[in-house]
């Protein structure tokens, strides 16, 4: 998308901020430990890691987290060192420890007790299996939030007859009936293509720790949060479970049956996706397009009806309209009539963006033998707290002697016979 004018992106000297320099932010009396990898529980523990708290993010010393070593690969980087890990890594800590081991497990055990939050995406019994299930860790610490994200859900709350089946975004967007609404008519199923399975599960998380934090500063008790993906991704499917339930037909892909025009319709040079809802909206769409005569033809007088007639009388009229403009033309003449409006973008457009470069959604941070690096920012703007706190993915292991000094209460000696014994990095 061309653009007036490109604000620069936030980064850390913008934000004014030093790899370990801190401002006063919402979480910043938050420690969290975050056992998590991939996606859902990263991306969960970065909106918390955005607002100050100090996550510390546990990894298997020699590898790390899975996504390490996934994702296009850093520039000048060794061969093999993928770059999906720097999309949920910044502002966080990373301590290198064998939770399985012996040692492992003791210095679990410490940081256990001095943590607010704890953060795992383990198959379900994963940490019951170590000795860290919910009793133990609710002896361990009274006051801890304990959030775990699955496929399915744990049995100690909501037993479900999957809770042993192993689920990636993909599998949730398919339980949750989210696969079955995405695409055009006729077309094979196919996920998101935007890991929706993990974000909006990672959403949720975040959001459920926060409900339990408020909790806990009235009871002095934490608690369990449990985010099943497949429930995410039927929350997120809710119209249509919704209209089933009402109507007793199941909806499919293949464009929108109860309102129109909505949707996405091809200009000279691409798509602008048209959203018309309500009568008023209607008119004014009528008056943009240049055919007012439609706002009141009996046959289009509600979505209902003009899905209904859509292809038929609809789509013509439309098609005619913007088969001269271009995306952005469209957008902007069918805006300022007061009807929403926006043209399909991709990645490149929304990198060059004024809109997402004005509202801090693009971050850049200086990566050990990479050079900058540009990421996707928080959605989520407090006044109090601009610019955004950028402060650049962790090596593996780069924090694991401060960690357990500051928060284990381990003293050199300590520290140095764990990673003789390998149980940290």
Not at 35 to 64: C, H, M, N, W
Not at 150 to 178: K, Q, R
Not at 193 to 199: F, K, Q, R, Y
Request: aromatic share 6%; hydrophobic share 40%.
């Amino acid at each position: 998308m061309p653009d007036e004018a490109k604000p620069p992106r936030p980064s850390a000297s913008m934000a004014g901020l030093q790899p370990t320099e801190r401002t006063s932010r919402p979480l910043d009396d938050i420690v969290v430990l975050d056992l998590s990898q991939f996606a859902a529980g990263p991306y969960a523990t970065q909106f918390l890691a955005d607002a100050g708290a100090r996550v510390i993010k546990v990894e298997i010393p020699g590898t790390g987290d899975a996504y390490r070593r996934e994702g296009p690969r850093l520039p000048g980087g060794a061969p093999g060192e993928g770059t999906f890990f720097m999309r949920f890594g910044r502002n966080k800590d990373s301590l290198a420890v064998d939770i399985r081991s012996a040692g492992g497990r003791t210095v679990l055990d410490r940081l256990v007790k001095t943590a607010d939050v704890m953060v795992e995406n383990f198959k379900a019994g994963s940490l019951d299996r170590l000795g860290f299930g919910w009793p133990r860790l609710q002896e361990l610490n009274p006051r801890l939030v304990y959030a775990t994200i699955t496929g399915y859900g744990h049995d100690d709350l909501l037993p479900s007859p999957l809770s042993s089946w192993p689920a990636f975004a993909i599998t949730a967007e398919a339980m949750g009936g989210v696969m079955s609404m995405i695409g055009d008519a006729g077309c094979e199923p196919h996920g998101s293509a935007v890991s929706a399975g993990d974000l909006v599960a990672g959403v949720e998380a975040a959001l459920g720790v926060m409900f339990a934090l408020h909790q806990r500063d009235r009871t002095g008790h934490g608690q369990r949060v449990d985010v099943a993906m497949a429930d995410a991704m039927a929350a997120l499917n809710e119209r249509s479970i919704f209209s089933y339930n009402l109507t007793g037909e199941v909806p499919h892909r293949g464009g929108e049956r109860q309102i129109a025009p909505f949707g996405a319709f091809q200009t000279r040079d691409g798509h602008v996706a048209i959203g018309v809802i309500g009568t008023a909206v209607w008119r004014r769409f009528c008056a943009a397009i240049e055919r007012p005569e439609l706002a009141d033809d009996p046959d289009l007088a509600d979505g209902l009806l003009r899905a209904r007639h859509m292809e038929a009388r609809l789509r013509p009229a439309i098609d005619a309209w913007l088969s001269g403009r271009t995306k952005l033309e469209a957008a902007t003449i069918l805006c300022e009539a007061g009807v929403p409006a926006a043209p399909v973008m991709d990645a490149r457009d929304v990198t060059e963006s004024t809109h997402f470069r004005a509202r801090q959604m693009l971050l850049e941070f200086d990566y050990p033998g990479a050079g900058m690096i540009h990421a996707v920012g928080s959605p989520i703007k407090l006044g109090d707290n601009l610019p955004p706190l950028v402060r650049r993915p962790p090596m593996l292991g780069e924090h694991t002697d401060a960690v357990l000094s500051e928060l284990a209460g381990l003293d050199a000696g300590e520290i140095a016979e764990l990673r003789r014994q390998g149980a940290i990095q």
